[in-house]
């Protein structure tokens, strides 16, 4: 009997890697929960629930002790996604069901993400990155690649990460894969300080450290108008609410707005929207959404399920992805090799334009700020998100040594730099 897998119709390439597993019925976001599934049209997916083995979702899916009870031959839960928010991994434990989450998948789209807000920022407001101090909120897969690029362009980073803080003390070796050599790990009265906060936790109600609400009404009353904050973690982490109380506050009391920029909402789909006006920066959740971040998480998902039915493993990522063969235009490629030291406001808005020839996140701010104010569309602008690549799509050609390093720092692959 082949293996019998339920999976979200999102995830590129899923043909490719699961039919190689098993026999894949699909379905979309939103169709998958209890309340939608009592409905007479969904009595085609709701007969075929009791077979499901495998149930591969995305973070739109709640997996919640009324889905898993109509799956009773439910062996394995996995998400396309680093975030696992949505599972109640309680009942997963009570029901005996394996589970899994995509850990890394997009940290790089997130990251990419990030450093293009920031140099959207700087370059508008005329400050240089290099001269700010940038606190990380939860230094994982992604926290710690925000930290590293941030701190290739310069920039002093600290690093707000209890648990990891904790599991460092308590081991004899400090070294955290993946992170700044040394992090410098701070207070959370020191993150509010800081010129910029960059929120990669996940959300949890962590005993001593819960993140949810982290940023409360008292904690947003510390933060004044020169200091920047980006949420591309989980909505829940700002209070909503008391973000928007801050903002309507600041209105009445002409008082200069914190600089806020929000991938992610509390509630989503239904957001709160009166927020969107008062935000530099917004969009639909969509910071990891690139073809790679998402081609990665099917591929993790693959292995996993290869690795749990030893199934060899037959089918390759970089077999499916589109070939990285973009190059600079010439204007910009002269413009990088005139600077040579990448030093100053030309060098930052000229970074500021290669990055954004890969990805634009203004035109994310732009066509996000246009839906939300005509009907509220977050989850349909989610799913017809177009194609984006990341920054090793685009080929660079850079002779100096140290730009080369910092353009390596953010993501880029540099060829004929001089190094090799
Ligand atoms: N906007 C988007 O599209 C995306 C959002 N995410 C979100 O980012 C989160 C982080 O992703 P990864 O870095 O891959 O996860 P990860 O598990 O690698 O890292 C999370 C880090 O946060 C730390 N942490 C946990 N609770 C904390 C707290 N209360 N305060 C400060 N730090 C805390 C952990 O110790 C860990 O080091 C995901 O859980 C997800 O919610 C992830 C990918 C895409
Ligand atoms: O990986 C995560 O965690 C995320 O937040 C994803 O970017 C969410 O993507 P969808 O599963 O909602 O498409």
Redesign the pocket.
């Known amino acids: 009997m082949p293996i019998q897998i339920l999976a979200d119709s999102a995830m590129p390439y899923w043909q490719e890697f699961f039919l190689e597993v098993g026999e894949v019925k699909t379905f979309k976001a939103g169709e998958l929960s209890a309340e939608i599934l009592a409905l007479p049209s969904s009595a085609q997916l709701r007969a075929y629930l009791p077979c499901v083995e495998c149930l591969l979702v995305r973070s739109t899916t709640q997996v919640n002790q009324a889905l898993l009870a109509l799956m009773p031959n439910l062996q394995f839960v996995a998400t396309a996604?680093?975030?696992?928010?949505h599972f109640d991994i309680e009942a997963l434990h009570a029901g005996d069901i394996a589970w899994y989450a995509a850990?890394?998948c997009?940290?790089q789209?997130?990251a990419q993400?990030v450093v293009c807000a920031a140099l959207q920022l700087a370059v508008d407001d005329r400050f240089l990155l290099k001269d700010k101090r940038v606190a990380i909120?939860?230094?994982?897969?992604?926290?710690?690649r925000v930290a590293n690029a941030l701190h290739a362009l310069g920039a002093q980073v600290i690093i707000?990460?209890?648990?990891?803080l904790t599991?460092a003390q308590n081991t004899t070796d400090l070294r955290i894969s993946g992170s700044l050599n040394s992090p410098c790990y701070v207070s959370f009265s020191e993150v509010l300080k800081a010129d910029v906060i960059c929120i990669?936790?996940?959300?949890?109600s962590?005993p001593e450290?819960?993140?949810r609400h982290?940023f409360d009404a008292d904690a947003l009353s510390q933060l004044t108008g020169s200091q920047y904050l980006i949420n591309?973690?989980?909505g829940e982490i700002i209070d909503n609410q008391a973000l928007l109380s801050y903002f309507e506050n600041a209105v009445k009391s002409e008082k200069v707005k914190l600089n806020v920029v929000l991938?992610?909402w509390e509630n989503e789909p239904t957001i709160t929207t009166d927020l969107v006006g008062h935000l530099r920066i917004a969009s639909a959740?969509?910071?990891?959404?690139t073809l790679e971040?998402k081609a990665n998480g099917t591929f993790m998902l693959y292995q996993q399920l290869c690795h749990r039915y030893n199934i060899a493993q037959k089918v390759k990522l970089s077999a499916m992805l589109p070939p990285d063969n973009t190059s600079l235009p010439k204007h910009l490629q002269n413009e990088l090799h005139l600077n040579e030291m990448f030093d100053g406001e030309s060098a930052q808005r000229l970074l500021k334009n290669i990055c954004h020839l890969v990805y634009d996140i203004q035109n994310d701010d732009r066509v996000f700020r246009a839906h939300m104010a005509q009907f509220n569309t977050f989850a349909k602008l989610r799913q017809e998100y177009p194609i984006r690549r990341e920054f090793s799509a685009l080929r660079l050609n850079v002779k100096n040594t140290k730009t080369s390093q910092m353009l390596r720092g953010i993501g880029f692959v540099i060829s004929n730099d001089g190094t090799t």
């Not at 990669?200 to 949890?204: C, E, F, S, Y």
């Open positions: 996604t680093a975030g696992y928010d850990g890394g997009n940290a789209a997130v993400y909120v939860g230094h994982g897969n992604v926290g710690s707000y990460d209890p648990p990891q599991k990669h936790a996940p959300l949890n962590h450290h819960p993140s982290l591309a973690g989980r991938d992610v959740h969509i910071a990891g959404h971040g």
